[in-house]
């Protein structure tokens, strides 16, 4: 396993790491339409917030619930695509801008493979 700063190094070189919004706005889903991906692992969407981590061959891990939840992605210019996973077709989001920071009194989600 990978020293914990050096995985935190990597994610944060990854072009995934902004503030994103549903490319189509009137798109029907019951999902976030706005998901701001941070480089110290955690993700945010509402009043949600989780933790991510890469994996090689475009693929990304979520913590959904506890556990995680692997995704294909691919970003092109500002347009990320995520499919697989839990979603029934792929969806693509257009990045708006550098992530915003996550609140002080909201820890970063625990990691679903260490120990509580």
Do not use: C, F
């Not at 009043?47 to 619930?65: D, F, M, N, T, Y």
Request: aromatic content about 6%; overall charge positive; charged content about 25%.
């Amino acid at each position: 396993m990978l020293p914990l700063l050096l995985v935190l190094a990597l994610q944060g070189d990854t072009p995934i790491v902004g503030t994103w919004k549903l490319a189509d706005e009137k798109l029907k889903t019951n999902g976030p339409r706005e998901i701001i991906i941070r480089p110290d692992s955690s993700a945010s969407w509402g009043k949600e917030h989780s933790r991510w981590r890469i994996l090689p061959k475009g693929q990304i891990k979520i913590a959904v619930g506890g556990e995680w939840e692997t995704y294909k992605y691919k970003v092109k210019g500002t347009q990320l695509t995520i499919s697989g996973g839990d979603l029934t077709d792929p969806v693509t989001l257009v990045k708006t801008g550098p992530p915003t920071p996550r609140p002080a009194n909201v820890p970063v989600p625990p990691d679903p493979d260490m120990p509580q």
